[in-house]
């Protein structure tokens, strides 16, 4: 609040970023499209219901596309072609698995054509090496890791052989310059938290672990 002046000033600051970091690999934003309205609720007054938000945020996820619908021909065969192959399963319960709208901790190897190929980036050189978080189904991943990692538990190990349509494209990448035009990639990715839960804690359901943060609300 200021005070000095006509006129005193209330200032409110909203950091809807994970991490600190609003911009993602891809060049996008990292707030979800639910944050979003629920931020413009907050600032403007108007009341946004929750099924509106989240109706929005699917249509969102795909280029404004949700389930598929209004996808073309090409993506739905990108789509076919994604191999995903669980390498090691959880231990314990897995109650809760990934979701959209999910924040995902992740390490991870990336690399171009196969599991073969050369390694073009990796959490272990990464920034600080520490696991790479985003938001399930926000696109701030290449839309192969992020069709790939749903229904994941905490622990579970997964590779993953992405097509190029659900990578980097006929274009390839400027950032890694080893992804060609239609490079194929490999990775592989272990879920280390998901929504901070790590693996050995995943007992309880979904509605059940956060119950007490939506009491009240």
Do not use: H
């Amino acid at each position: 609040r200021v005070s000095a002046g006509p006129y005193p000033l209330e200032l409110r600051l909203y950091n809807l970023a994970l991490g600190g970091d609003a911009i993602g690999d891809l060049g996008e934003s990292i707030v979800s499209a639910e944050d979003a309205l629920e931020l413009a609720a907050k600032t403007s007054g108007e009341r946004v219901e929750k099924a509106d938000a989240k109706k929005f945020a699917e249509r969102q996820a795909f280029g404004g596309a949700a389930d598929g619908e209004g996808e073309d021909d090409s993506l739905q065969r990108a789509k076919q072609g994604l191999a995903i192959s669980t390498i090691r399963k959880a231990r314990g319960k897995c109650a809760v698995q990934s979701r959209r709208g999910d924040t995902m901790e992740i390490r991870y190897e990336a690399r171009v054509g196969d599991m073969f190929g050369p390694v073009y980036d990796s959490s272990s050189f990464r920034g600080t090496g520490q696991p790479y978080a985003y938001v399930l189904g926000n696109n701030d991943v290449i839309k192969g890791v992020d069709l790939g990692t749903y229904d994941m538990c905490p622990g579970e190990v997964r590779e993953l052989t992405i097509p190029a349509e659900l990578g980097y494209g006929a274009k390839g990448s400027r950032l890694f310059k080893q992804i060609g035009p239609n490079a194929q990639l490999w990775w592989r990715v272990e879920l280390v938290a998901l929504n901070f839960i790590k693996e050995g804690e995943n007992d309880n359901p979904r509605d059940e672990l956060y119950e007490g943060l939506t009491k009240g609300l």
